[in-house]
């Protein structure tokens, strides 16, 4: 049984996001239809190809639903599917050429209940709204490119099937949450997401850490990222090695593993901020020593010391994985007479799991299942502003990925209780135990934790004791979700694990949220985001053609690994809000990156080819890269994502056009020639002026903004997507919104972060009715309290995450 099996969708337009969204309503056994005009999706026009022609990228998208053709002008067919559909899935402010026209009004009167989510590049809104757009604009504009590649440049332009899968992510989180509400109410919901918010998530972190630190964050060079080092690929004896060293012991630990005894007792060079100022000494140490060994070698010697470091694979060994294909992360797929493995979903649900591969269709195909009857909705018809009202999550998590996930869930109107303890706070308040940040309370300072925790209730407990565990459960009796993201035996240890609170409550939906997953072999493995984006195999597919497997963020997994994470409680939410039967979700943050490889995966998986590292070209956009602006250090992303686009840019540019560059393929040919015309151009301009007059040419491009820019960029303000919240310590600050929206504005920012122990009397005697005196002792015995102890206080600790 899958969790979605009575929902029908229909997506319409062309639109990868919407596509990956509608992916993933079908993977759990959702009727998925696609609406398509005669000549079929524009997606199926994208490259890397199989071997009989069909796109590798459309395949991922689409397994697993049917095609239905609907003439151009056919609104009546296409208003009789949608009268009986549960959620609507619109790509037509992407690309809506040859789609019907809709009467929505008409059909919300007929299907009330329906969940129509709209995605568009800006929102309708906005400086940006009238721009031409392709995935590397979006990016560049987001800050997503700029810090990453040469220090000297250019940066290098990530693969082009990202921005669909961040915005497909967001997609069905606002559509399965709309889809909780409904289960309540009876209502459908309208809401409209944009694409390019939907890329902030990623960058967030280093958006509204900028804010506090000013302009530290500057590009300095292929897998090296602020704020530590080193975080990065080095080439070994045989294969390419991830490093990350975090914390003084790992660093420390990673020079006895090379012998490096001076580098390690070097007082200069303990913290990672320090080394940062001495890359290139540092590595002409270390980078000849990991040539001594394997990348397999070296990953067995960096489990004994709990380094974080990770053998970098290639699409072919992700394909081959047996850990993958078990886990589902790899399944079967086919196309017409064609078949071969892709990217599963990574939302690894134990009771109702995902289904197991499927066929992507061809036009006008019909596939699978027949439609289910509709199912009337039901509900008291009050309508909620916050879909989420009324749902309680009980959040063990740290850090950023989980956080990022409960923060989802508490902007949409759920009761988060974050459970922190004094003896281990959450490690994203900071890592310094010394005494004058303790005294300082310097821990509830850190931008990074209000920018993660906004909008959830604080509490601690000590769950090293038995008091602090009883608490933890009788929490759990009254509410719906528990998430944690420790290593996978640590709740288990503490008496939490799921088969102890599932007794306490049947119809509990928990989640793991671990590096490897659980019975991983790589399960012991220390892992940070960039562990995470290091051994998914996605490196592998990015960078120059012959350079080393690329990164392309300080911390790629960890917003990546939050979303899936929302997207999966929300899937087993709907199916224990309709059945009354919980279950454990087992999800692994590195398989959450896999489908950012999807293309390369399903390629190669059909004709064995080693897939093409583009670096700054593209299979299908001719030209298109990143191009030196005026100011120094100041870029402009460029793409001529059609044939018509390119007339626009060689008279805008003055290149002399002729026939021979009427396609892709024929000014490929003169690549060189044409960059060098490009360049001299841009080079005379400021990059926003050179943006403006692109664009009003007709001509997709974007200034690669900095982090720190992004706080003031236009479209953001205009959009009201950068709330103010005041909150103690830190005051008035910037807080980033949901990127999809249910009117006119997003929804608010209701409360900022906690300070340590916040609420706790406000849940323990308020949600567990404990008296004053039963509160006075847990504060008296250190079971709960709201400021860190001194290093020298002999208090018990809990368990490290993750």
Sequence with gaps: MTALTNLRVIEIGSAAAASYCARMFADFGAHVTKIEPPAGDALRHTAPFTPNGASAWFVFLNAGKSSRVTQPGDAVA??????DCDVLIDGRGVDGADCPAIDLDAIRAANPGLIHIEM????HEGPYNDFQMSDVVCRALAGLNKLTGPDDGPPIAQPDFQTGIFAGLWGYI??????????????????QLSIYESCIAIGEYLMFESWSKGEVMQRIGVNRFWPTFPVGIYETKDGWLGVTTVTPAQWMAFCDMLGLTDLRDDATLTMGVDRLQRIAFVEDQFIPRLKDKTALEWFAEGLKRKIPIVPVPSVADVIASDERRVRGAIVPVSIGDESGVMPGSMSRLRGTPPQAGGKAPAVGEEQGRRAPARIATTGNGEARELPLQGVRVVDFSMGWAGPLCTRTLADLGADVIKIESIQYADWWRGVDRRDAYIRGREYEKVPRFSMMNRNKRGVTLDLSRPAGVALAKRLVESSDIVVDNYSVDVLPKLGLGYDVLSKIKPSLVMMSMSAFGSGSAFRDCRAYGSTLEQGSGVPSVVGEPDG???????????????????????????HARATGQGQVIDLSQIECMIPYAAPWIVAHAFDGNEPTRYGN??????????FPCKADNSWIAIAVTSDAMWPKLATTIGFANDASLATAQGRRARDGEIAAAIRAWTAAREADAAMTELQAAGVAAGVLRAPIEMLGDAQLQARHFVQQVDRDFIGRHPEPSLPFRAGDRPYPVRAAAPTLGQHNADVLKGVLGLSDSEYDALLRDAIIGTEVPLPNATVPTTPTAR
């Design 78 to 83: 296409l208003a009789s599917l949608l009268k």
């Design 120 to 123: 568009s590049w800006f929102g």
């Design 548 to 574: 080393p497997p690329t990164m392309q963020h300080t911390a790629f997994g960890d917003p990546t690994g939050g979303l899936n994470g929302a997207s999966a409680v929300l899937t087993a939410l709907l």
């Design 174 to 191: 606002a559509a399965t949450s709309a889809l909780v509400a409904r289960q309540q109410t009876g209502l459908g919901r309208a809401l």
């Design 617 to 626: 070209a593209h299979p299908d956009h001719a030209p298109h890269g990143c």
